[in-house]
């Protein structure tokens, strides 16, 4: 959920999914579409060329108690490919933290991303196992964070109509396909997933993610979508946890602030920038 977003270009993901452009018309008939068109047109949006944004991450336990964490996210395009930076700035025993990842247009190639922590002074880069892993403590794992490759998924309605906060919605379910289904639950750790379509604007408003472990099954909602630059921007994001029916913890995304088409320098995209900090 999401989020971002052809040839082969990647679904994105819950974070950089914060980011979508009304390119289309309201459609009456689902069957104007196939359930893998309706998804390549979440995909085939136009986010700008760059962004930058404050973001605050608020970590929920099983008993409501709430860690706050703040943020700044850098993307920019290079034609086909992505990359973005995300900068944990608070608090202070996270100051410094950063995730930087490649996401490259090719179906075949692994994207590529490294996590620094300042407490080991070093970069780690993350292999496509990792990739499930939780996002700094969050319910969003570095998947969520990173997209899906569009094309390693078969896809179908599982319902032509449900309305979601006033809006029409596609239901479609995505299930990977035989031969990607091994990468696909490496780098997810997900044995399926739904995702509920807004006829009007193809943005994600929720999703529904099933676990391949521990009987989980996670849920997304997209919420306050406001026109930013004349850019759809989804400024509330929320995934939460459940097992056997019963909610273990919740993290938010909430954008504070966000700019388009602003300069991001080359080099602060970089394991050098990384390594070296970025005060």
Known sequence: M???????????????SCCILFMFPASS??????????????????????????????????????????????????????????L????????GTAYLNFDWNDSLR?????????????????????TSDSFLGSDFTYADINGFEIDWYDYSFVNESEMIDGEDCWVIEMIAKSEFKDRAEEATGYSKMQSWVSKEKFIQL??????LKGNRIKFFTASE????????????????TTRNDRQEHAS????????????????LLTTEAMQRGFD
């Open 2 to 16: 999401s989020a971002q977003v052809i040839t082969a270009r990647r679904l994105k993901s819950a974070l950089y």
């Open 29 to 86: 008939l689902a069957a104007e579409y196939s359930a893998e068109e309706v998804m390549r047109r979440v995909d085939e949006r136009e986010a700008g060329d760059s962004s930058v944004s404050d973001i605050t991450l608020v970590l929920i336990d099983r008993r409501e108690r709430q860690r706050i964490r703040n943020l700044k996210l850098y993307s920019k395009n290079y034609g086909e490919d992505t990359k973005t930076l995300s």
């Open 88 to 95: 944990f700035e608070s608090p202070a025993d996270i100051r």
């Open 110 to 130: 692994d994207d590529d991303s490294w996590l620094y922590l300042p407490a080991l002074q070093r970069v780690k880069r993350l292999a496509n196992s990792d």
């Open 206 to 211: 929720r999703g529904q993610f099933w676990e």
């Open 225 to 240: 979508v406001e026109l930013v630059e004349d850019i759809w921007t989804v400024k509330r994001l929320q995934a939460i």
């Open 252 to 267: 938010i995304l909430q954008i504070k602030s966000i700019d388009y088409n602003v300069d991001v320098a080359d080099a």
